[in-house]
T-cell receptor, first 110, second 115 residues
């Protein structure tokens, strides 16, 4: 069974640009969540999607958005990038019990 | 408020020593789940265990064991006879309200096992 796949693994963007990250869940998992990991703030929940609907939302500005497709794949978008958005972005998928994580996308904003 | 505290920032042990990682949680919900994840340098969070709030039985899996005590709001993790491959950051996490994919993480404990 394939695990959670996140693409790309690494990204370098310039301030003010926007970026889209992708997450393909484990087959059969309908819940996809996104987390931001930084040295200063640790692991923070961004949002969760289930059956193409946002089910939960963390405390992040509107520049952070997401969506989920009918095949449960999810994308996360960050607009007007700031230096502080540099982080490891992790996607987690769940079939209703525990959450399984991908390897993450390392975003660097310069 | 929901919160997870891992007071130990870093722990260093020598191979074959036993080590316990502490986790204290806060929640007003009566139904919640507790988790431990391991994060090696590659970055992926590896699931280790899930416990629900109604099951206080301790669990052992090989060299790993977990002690859940609701009376002290703690969910501690012990590695017996540690190995170099156990070196990683370990996170304790909490979910509540029936959600299992909305996790509140502690700040993590960096475990370094020296040969």
């Amino acid at each position: 069974k394939a695990g959670v796949t996140q693409t790309p693994r690494y990204l370098i963007k310039t301030r003010g640009q926007q970026v889209t990250l992708s997450c393909s869940p484990i087959s059969g998992h309908r819940s996809v969540s996104w987390y931001q990991q930084t040295p200063g703030q640790g692991l923070q929940f961004l949002f969760e999607y289930f059956s193409e609907t946002q089910r939960n939302k963390g405390n992040f500005p509107g520049r952070f958005s997401g969506r989920q497709f009918s095949n449960s794949r999810s994308e996360m978008n960050v607009s007007t990038l700031e230096l502080g958005d540099s982080a490891l972005y992790l996607c987690a998928t769940s079939g209703g019990t525990e959450a399984f994580f991908g390897q993450g996308t390392r975003l660097t904003v310069v | 408020a929901q919160k997870v505290t891992q007071a130990q920032t870093e722990i260093s042990v020598v191979e074959k020593e036993d080590v316990t990682l502490d986790c204290v949680y806060e929640t007003r919900d009566t139904t919640y789940y507790l988790f431990w994840y391991k994060q090696p340098p590659s970055g992926e969070l590896v699931f280790l265990i899930r416990r629900n709030s109604f099951d206080e039985q301790n669990e052992i899996s090989g060299r790993y064991s977990w002690n859940f005590q609701k009376s002290t709001s703690s969910f501690n993790f012990t590695i017996t006879a540690s190995q170099v491959v156990d070196s990683a950051v370990y996170f304790c996490a909490l979910s509540y309200g029936g959600a299992t994919n909305k996790l509140i993480f502690g700040t993590g404990t960096l475990l370094a096992v020296q040969p």
